[in-house]
């Protein structure tokens, strides 16, 4: 099982926005990342340590937190948003990386 | 650009070992502040962290695989590697390699394509 938790299934019509959160302990101390799979694809980094964006990923993407929650949110989802969201942070003793079991979103 | 590649079997028979390895392009293994991760999936499910080797070559691995596990840097070839010992079923996955660091610890910024790797009699 996973130090940190997520929703499994989340879903948003189009041009809507959708908040995806992770909790956990560990998040009231650690930053988190996040990254979006679409199948048979490997993980794209969307968001890290807390609110920062690589290069070429769309603004409509931030991140939050607040105590034990961090948060995903896309401002006006896409159909090409549709994917696994997977966070990811340190565990509750802060020596190694957990991922949170990943929520599905479908736009609808 | 740095790129990464992973190969290696993709069919193993319980007990056995696999060993996978990750071609760095576009830069250095031996450069850098990086942390060279693998990360797996099983079908179907999550992602779960296994291990990192540190570019200093410290090596960090997840608790539960530990026992099991090894991964090195080959310099030479510009790859790092991942062994892990006694698979069974559980292990069938698909493996991918990754690397961590120019964001900060913790952004697994560049992946692999991925390698799935079958355990079974």
């Known amino acids: 099982s996973s130090e940190v938790t997520q929703d499994t299934a989340v879903s948003v019509a189009l041009g809507q926005t959708v908040r995806i959160t992770c909790q956990g302990d560990?998040?009231?101390?650690?930053?988190a990342s996040w990254y979006q799979q679409k199948p048979g694809q490997a993980p794209v980094l969307v968001i890290y340590?807390?609110?920062n964006r690589p290069s070429g990923i769309p603004d409509r993407f931030s991140g939050s937190s607040s105590g034990n929650t961090v948060s995903l949110t896309i401002t006006g989802a896409q159909a090409e948003d549709e994917a696994d969201y997977y966070c990811?942070?340190?565990?509750?003793?802060?020596?190694?990386?957990?991922f949170g079991g990943g929520t599905k979103l479908t736009v609808l | 650009q740095v790129q990464l590649q992973g190969s290696g079997p993709g069919l193993l028979k319980p007990s056995e070992t696999l060993s996978l390895t990750c071609t760095v392009s576009?830069?250095?293994?031996?450069?850098?502040?990086?942390?060279w991760t693998w990360i797996r999936q099983p079908p179907g499910k999550g992602l779960e962290w296994i291990g990192y080797?540190?570019?200093?070559?410290?090596?960090?691995?997840n608790p539960s695989l530990k026992s099991r596990l090894t991964i090195s840097v080959d310099m030479s070839k510009n790859q790092f590697s991942l062994k892990v010992t006694s698979v069974t079923a559980a292990d069938t996955a698909v493996y991918y390699c990754?690397?961590?660091?120019?964001f900060g610890p913790g952004a697994f910024e560049i992946w692999g394509q991925g390698t799935m790797v079958t355990v079974s009699s």
């Open positions: 990811h942070s340190r565990d509750s003793s802060g020596n190694y990386w957990v």
């Open positions: 560990s998040l009231r101390t650690y930053s």
């Open positions: 340590v807390k609110n």
């Open positions: 576009g830069g250095s293994v031996s450069s850098g502040n990086y942390y």
């Open positions: 080797i540190y570019s200093s070559g410290s090596t960090n691995y």
């Open positions: 990754a690397r961590d660091g120019a």
